[in-house]
Structures are given as C-alpha cells and as structure tokens.
Nanobody
Framework: QVQLVESGGGLVQAGGSLRLSCAASGSIFRINTMNWYRQAPGKQREFVAIITSTGTTSYVDSVKGRFTISRDNAKNTVYLQMNSLISEDTAVYYC???????????????WGQGTQVTVSS
C-alpha cells in the first residue's frame, strides 16, 4: 500500500520560514512528478509547485521567489521551503505524486493527508 505522509507544518509569524516534507512509502516502482497543493478553509484546492523526475520546477505566481520545491529520490521525499511567509499562505498543504506501483503495474496519483500551515500577523 503506497502512502504519502506530510510533516513540518505549524504556526509561524509573517515574514518567517517553514519547510514541509512529504515522504512516500510502500510498494513503489517509480515516482514521476511530485507536487504541492494547498487549500484554505472554504476555498478550492490550488496548485502550488511541481518538480519533475529530472528536477525541473514550476510554481504558482503568488509564491514565485518565496517558495522552493526540491526532492530527494533516495528517500522518496519531496520538500517545500517556504520563505517570507504572508497571511495568504495560511492553508492545509497537501503533497501529491504520480507513482508506478509494483503490484498494480499502473501509474496513479497519490495524495497525503495534509499538514496545517498558519501564518500570524
């Protein structure tokens, strides 16, 4: 059973930094893209950042220059370094990954359970 587990969320003051981690485990054959999304209460989930298997990255405009996505393939882990945080960054952050399962032999998107990030003023 493939699982993604996020960690690193918490309460931080505006202007501060936080680093999120998401580790994949289970019967994994290969991981393609890894992504971060976020969802504020009462709002739609939105894309934040993506990193391909070769390290190419892309971000939503609102976090460009402040957030950095990276990955450690040996640990099946994706990170999101968040700097210069503002109140608008407050949300539950979810990781997602496209994974080729050993048992199924098919590609599937897996989601973590989310980690809360709260930015105070």
């Amino acid at each position: 059973q493939v699982q993604l587990v996020e960690s690193g969320g918490g309460l931080v003051q505006a202007g501060g930094s936080l680093r999120l981690s998401c580790a994949a485990s289970g019967s994994i054959f290969r991981i393609n893209t890894m992504n971060w999304y976020r969802q504020a209460p009462g709002k739609q989930r939105e894309f934040v950042a993506i990193i391909t298997s070769t390290g190419t990255t892309s971000y939503v405009d609102s976090v460009k220059g402040r957030f950095t996505i990276s990955r450690d393939n040996a640990k099946n882990t994706v990170y999101l370094q968040m700097n210069s945080l503002i109140s608008e960054d407050t949300a539950v952050y979810y990781c997602a990954a496209e994974i080729l399962g050993v048992v199924t032999g098919t590609w599937r998107r897996y989601w973590g359970q989310g980690t809360q990030v709260t930015v105070s003023s």
